[in-house]
């Protein structure tokens, strides 16, 4: 069964530098999300993408944060000076176009910002 | 602010009880209603609601949308120790938002 994936599973980084989480979405698949959790809270929706461009985003997702398909099968979340409040797990998940059925979430990075 | 609402926030049943959970949301654009099983790793894929009064069924598990009353319930029949997760009901906007309520807490005692 096809399936999202991600990379890394755990990223450790310190404060202020830049990370790069990536996500390669189920084939055929239109729309892409990235969302977090924070430790023992809730899930938390950043941004949507679709027809390579952002579809809508929170007010999490600011100016340190971006997205981007740099060869039309990744997924990118980019987040330029990592703060300590930015350790969570974040997670991609795509939906299939057309009928909008399903919504697959990927396994998940863990970042932890020292 | 979009909200959904869930309740309630946890519940213990025991082996073979059916649990009903309830899921409430606000209809400023809606497109689809989600249901998804959160054991300690990713979410995992329920069922997606779009249309009013039809009912999805995965084996004991089935859920309906009412759209005028602005409600989702899931249902499990039959609950087993492995149905113990956090369910989350997530509302889809046309714009491709996504608003998660704060779960529901399934405790399955044996």
């Known amino acids: 069964e096809p399936e999202v994936t991600q990379t890394p599973s755990h990223q450790v980084t310190q404060m202020g530098q830049e990370v790069i989480l990536r996500c390669v979405p189920i084939s055929n698949h239109l729309y892409f999300y990235w969302y977090r959790q924070i430790l023992g809270q809730k899930v938390e929706f950043l941004v949507s993408?679709?027809?390579?461009?952002?579809?809508?985003k929170s007010e999490i997702f600011d100016d340190q944060f971006s997205v981007e398909r740099p060869d039309g099968s990744n997924f990118t979340l980019k987040i330029r000076s990592t703060k300590l409040e930015d350790s969570a797990m974040y997670f991609c998940?795509?939906?299939?176009?057309?009928?909008?059925?399903?919504?697959?979430f990927g396994p998940g990075t863990r970042l932890t910002v020292l | 602010e979009d909200k959904v609402v869930q309740s309630p926030l946890s519940l213990v049943v025991h082996e073979g009880d059916t649990v009903t959970l309830n899921c409430s949301y606000e209809?400023?654009?809606?497109?689809?209603l989600l249901w998804y099983k959160q054991e300690k790793k990713a979410p995992t894929f329920l069922f997606m609601l779009t249309s009013s009064g039809i009912e999805k069924k995965s084996g004991r598990l089935s859920s309906i949308l009412d759209k005028k009353e602005l409600f989702s319930i899931l249902n499990i029949t039959a609950t087993q120790t492995g149905d113990s997760a956090v369910y989350l009901c997530?509302?889809?906007?046309?714009?491709?938002?996504?608003?998660f309520g704060d779960g529901t807490t399934l405790t399955v005692k044996p």
């Open positions: 998940a795509t939906l299939t176009g057309g009928s909008y059925n399903e919504q697959f």
């Open positions: 209809v400023t654009n809606f497109r689809s």
């Open positions: 993408f679709y027809n390579n461009e952002i579809s809508e």
């Open positions: 997530v509302k889809n906007t046309n714009a491709g938002k996504s608003t």
